[in-house]
């Protein structure tokens, strides 16, 4: 069965400074790849996704996140965290099969310190 | 831009009413999803559907029923609300491929008392 692991439940940058979050799936075959943004009161948001080709992929507010296969990691980052960025965010894997389900990580909780 | 819309934001009931969850898709999707979120414990799936009549029991089932009579709706209905029920509800939709991401709607916090 495929499973997400986001290690960190919580974590607090300064404004300015680099970000990343993790995210470790299991899964049998390449996965779908997915990290999703929900700001305080709101459903979620796509920031990015991967499944196939460049395992570096751009998403929207000046997020990336990298594909490791031997890994088996997609973390996020962003070179500079802006206040607006704290949030919840959830890495989440998919598959092919059309009534297939994903599965999602526990989410991490971004601080962002002035 | 697909739009998921859930009918109410905040929803107030009392233990024992029938509550019904309403979510509306305009994008034609085929799938349809209902999960519930807690502090904590990150999304866990109630039900879901990948066609008009069709539904498929998520993680947590118990206690909810849905209904979906229509593709673009598919609504979640609590049988006789409890307490342990207050929750945030999230609906999202999705495309025929499980390569697509899930389009959220804003949720709906229902409190039950």
């Known amino acids: 069965a495929q499973s997400v692991t986001q290690p960190d439940i919580h974590i607090t940058v300064s404004e300015g400074a680099s970000l990343e979050l993790r995210c470790n799936y299991s899964?049998?075959?390449?996965?779908?790849l997915f990290w999703y943004v929900q700001s305080p009161g709101q459903g979620l948001q796509l920031l990015l996704k991967?499944?196939?080709?460049?395992?570096l992929v751009q998403g929207i507010k000046g997020f990336e996140a990298e594909f490791k296969r031997s890994q088996s990691s997609f973390n996020l980052r962003k070179p500079s965290v802006h206040w607006s960025d704290a949030a919840e965010y959830f890495c989440?894997?998919?598959?092919?099969?059309?009534?297939?389900?994903?599965?999602f990580g526990r989410g991490t909780s971004l601080i962002v310190h002035p | 831009d697909v739009k998921v819309t859930q009918s109410s934001r905040y929803l107030v009931k009392r233990t024992g009413e029938k509550v019904f969850l309403e979510c509306v898709q305009d994008?034609?999707?085929?799938?349809m999803f209902w999960y519930r979120q807690d502090p904590g414990l990150g999304l866990r799936l109630i039900y879901f559907?990948?066609?008009?009549?069709?539904?498929e029991k998520g993680d947590i089932p118990e206690g909810y029923s849905v209904s979906r009579e229509k593709k673009e709706r598919f609504s979640l209905i609590l049988e006789s609300a409890s307490t342990n029920q207050t929750s945030m509800y999230l609906c999202?939709?999705?495309?025929?491929?499980?390569?697509?991401?899930?389009?959220f709607g804003d949720g709906t916090r229902l409190s039950i008392l």
């Open positions: 999202a939709s999705r495309g025929r491929q499980g390569s697509q991401p899930q389009h």
């Open positions: 899964y049998g075959a390449t996965p779908y």
């Open positions: 991967y499944f196939s080709g460049d395992t």
């Open positions: 989440a894997v998919g598959a092919g099969g059309g009534s297939y389900i994903p599965t």
């Open positions: 994008m034609d999707h085929e799938n």
């Open positions: 559907s990948y066609d008009v009549k069709m539904k």
